[in-house]
């Protein structure tokens, strides 16, 4: 039986197909071992083909991972317009929901990309810094006053954020509510220590 020949598209729509592959497989394996071969498979072209579109496969893989970043970024954004409590917890809310439902490819990208591939080390901790700049309008919006020490707790706190919610177990139908007050709660405490230090002695 001859082979199924891909459907005709607009370059602009056959670069964004081949990038949605690649972040599709990236819940099976990590960015080094992302095939250009088995993205053109799938997406029914030749691997030559593929270089139509990208100029290298750094170029390919630096495409992907922006795309996930830009995408991450966005449903980490707030609405302006909401009060500041609400604005931190839909900041929260969205961090959550895009992680714990995309976890493999997380891990694949922003978690495993920059130690793993250099080439797109600078994507990933430029979609790490935005995330940090709006903990830290967060902040603002809470009338927290600006501090060296406020801004080393964001990137504490984001830390502690990825972690939670990387290894949260999500059997329980509460699981996710129970992770944005876990996560809440340790953003209000960690940041409340910075004026009241606590020892464990205390």
Do not use: N
């Not at 992302?34 to 750094?58: Q, W």
């Not at 929260?92 to 995309?102: D, E």
């Not at 501090?147 to 830390?159: D, E, G, I, K, Q």
């Amino acid at each position: 039986m001859p082979e199924k020949r891909a459907a005709r598209l607009h370059p602009d729509e056959r670069r964004a197909q081949l990038v949605a592959i690649g972040v599709d497989m990236l819940a099976d394996c990590s960015l080094d071992e992302l095939s250009t071969d088995a993205v053109a498979r799938r997406a029914g072209i030749s691997r030559g083909l593929l270089f139509h579109y990208f100029d290298s496969k750094r170029d390919f893989y630096r495409s992907v991972v922006r795309q996930e970043c830009d995408d991450f970024a966005a449903a980490t954004e707030p609405d302006a317009s909401l009060d500041p409590v609400a604005w931190m917890r839909a900041f929260i809310a969205g961090f959550v929901a895009y992680v714990t439902g995309r976890r493999k490819v997380y891990g694949a990208l922003v978690r495993g990309a920059a130690g793993s591939h250099p080439a797109v080390e600078d994507i990933v901790e430029a979609t790490r810094a935005t995330l940090a700049r709006r903990v830290e309008e967060g902040q603002r919006r809470l009338g927290m006053p600006q501090t060296p020490r406020l801004t080393l707790a964001t990137r504490a706190w984001l830390a502690f954020a990825e972690e939670a919610v990387t290894g949260w177990p999500l059997e329980d139908p509460d699981a996710l509510d129970e992770l944005g007050a876990f996560l809440e709660s340790g953003f209000v405490r960690l940041l409340g220590a910075l004026d009241r230090p606590v020892t464990l002695c205390d």
